[in-house]
């Protein structure tokens, strides 16, 4: 069965400051990777994916994800962060791009301190 | 263009009572999901629905049922409403013909279970 676990619940960073949220997955085939955001009271956006071929990601907004396929992991970074980027993020698997079953994290919630 | 809408935003419903919730899909879209958000979690998977037919379902009871219309709308039933069932409750849509195309989400309907 496949999951996800995000590290961390909570992540504060000063503005301008780098982040990386973390995020480990567990699948016995291979797998379809993704990050969201979700802003307060509104549905998800797609941050990135990962499907396959280059193992770095560049999403929207100045983020990027890294595949480690050793490590089962995709953690996502950005190098400077603004006060527009306090959200939820949640990192996502699947089985397949075609699925619409895809197995979301806990949620990392990103504060940026001033 | 229009993208995921749902309705309606907000319901407050009585334990015991049955509801119905409402998705447009993304226009070019065929395919819709439903995804139960719990206070402080990730969504989680509830079922899909593409040719007006249920395809996958997640680990949900059968007091929660769909139904997938001929222009691709959706509905969500939730009968004998607990006070477990008190979510964010979200929609998606994708179209099959695009393989590798992301899910869109919708705003969701916050239901409250009192």
């Not at chain 1, 190098?79 to 994290?105: L, N, Q």
């Not at chain 2, 263009?1 to 009585?14: E, F, R, Y």
């Not at chain 2, 007006?52 to 007091?63: A, I, L, S």
Request: with cysteine; glycine share 8%.
């Amino acid at each position: 069965a496949q999951s996800v676990t995000q590290l961390d619940s909570q992540v504060p960073v000063f503005e301008e400051a780098p982040v990386e949220l973390r995020c480990n997955y567990s699948s016995s085939v291979s797998v379809y990777l993704f990050w969201y955001v979700q802003y307060p009271n509104q549905g998800l956006q797609l941050l990135l994916k990962y499907l396959s071929g280059s193992t770095l990601v560049k999403g929207i907004n100045g983020f990027e994800a890294e595949f480690n396929k050793s490590q089962t992991s995709f953690h996502l970074r950005k190098p400077s962060v603004h006060i527009s980027d306090t959200a939820e993020y949640f990192c996502a698997v699947s089985e397949g791009m075609s699925a619409s079953k895809i197995i979301f994290g806990s949620g990392t919630r990103l504060s940026i301190r001033p | 263009d229009a993208g995921v809408t749902q309705s309606p935003t907000h319901l407050i419903k009585t334990r015991g009572q049955q509801v119905t919730l409402r998705c447009s899909p993304k226009s070019g879209h065929d395919t819709v999901s439903w995804y139960q958000q719990a206070l402080g979690q990730g969504p989680q998977f509830i079922f899909q629905y593409y040719e007006e037919e249920e395809r996958q379902r997640g680990n949900f009871p059968d007091r929660f049922s769909g139904h997938q219309f001929p222009n691709y709308s959706s509905e969500l039933n939730v009968n004998a409403l607990l006070l477990g069932d008190s979510a964010l409750y979200l929609c998606a849509s994708r179209s099959r013909r695009q393989v590798q195309g992301p899910l869109h989400f919708g705003n969701g309907t916050r239901l409250t279970v009192t």
